[in-house]
């Protein structure tokens, strides 16, 4: 495995004064792109390619990066967000398309919408429940190994 596409929650985020990601909204992510590339991967995050906010691509450019970023992927890794964002509900849509091994991580004690709930019986998915990002990183590798072997194998959606 070599790359990462990191998807999340973007412009919902953004500070309406600064238009910026404030500091604790950029601090999953920030703690998944370290982590992921101390390992030696390459990561595709659209919050940090476009500055945290101070660098929006046009919907037109963004767009068609995203999507081919996502099937350029090895394992796709996603914040689905609360409430739900519906941009990552769109990439969330183009991995499992593209059949990609998923990961979502799931803030513990929130729901979830009944497509992203079920997304495994279609789709090589594996859930990461959590209360802290930084304190799952194991249970994330752990997500990432199998989602990227049952997709091997075959088996993705089909448990």
């Known amino acids: 495995m070599r ?22 909204a950029r601090a999953p992510f920030d703690v998944l792109i ?3 590339e101390a390992q030696g991967l390459s990561v595709h995050n659209a919050h940090r390619r476009e500055a945290w ?3 929006l691509m046009r919907p037109e450019q963004c ?3 995203d999507q081919d970023e996502i099937r350029k992927a090895d394992v796709f890794v996603a914040l689905p967000g609360h409430p739900a964002s519906p941009g990552t509900h769109i990439e969330i849509g183009w991995a499992s398309a593209f059949d990609k ?10 729901e979830y919408t009944f497509l992203v709930q079920g997304l495994h019986t279609v789709a090589s998915v594996e859930y990461v429940v959590h209360t ?8 994330v590798d752990r997500a990432v190994d199998l989602a990227v ?4 194998e075959g ?5």
């Open 3 to 24: 790359s990462v596409f990191l998807a999340g929650p973007f412009i919902q985020l953004l500070d309406p004064e600064t238009g910026e990601m404030p500091a604790g």
């Open 34 to 36: 370290k982590h992921f």
């Open 53 to 55: 906010g101070a660098e």
């Open 63 to 65: 767009t068609k990066l």
């Open 101 to 110: 091994p998923i990961v979502l991580l799931l803030e513990r004690d929130r």
């Open 132 to 139: 802290d990002i930084a304190a799952c990183l194991p249970a």
């Open 149 to 152: 072997m049952r997709q091997r």
């Open 155 to 159: 088996s993705g959606g089909r448990r």
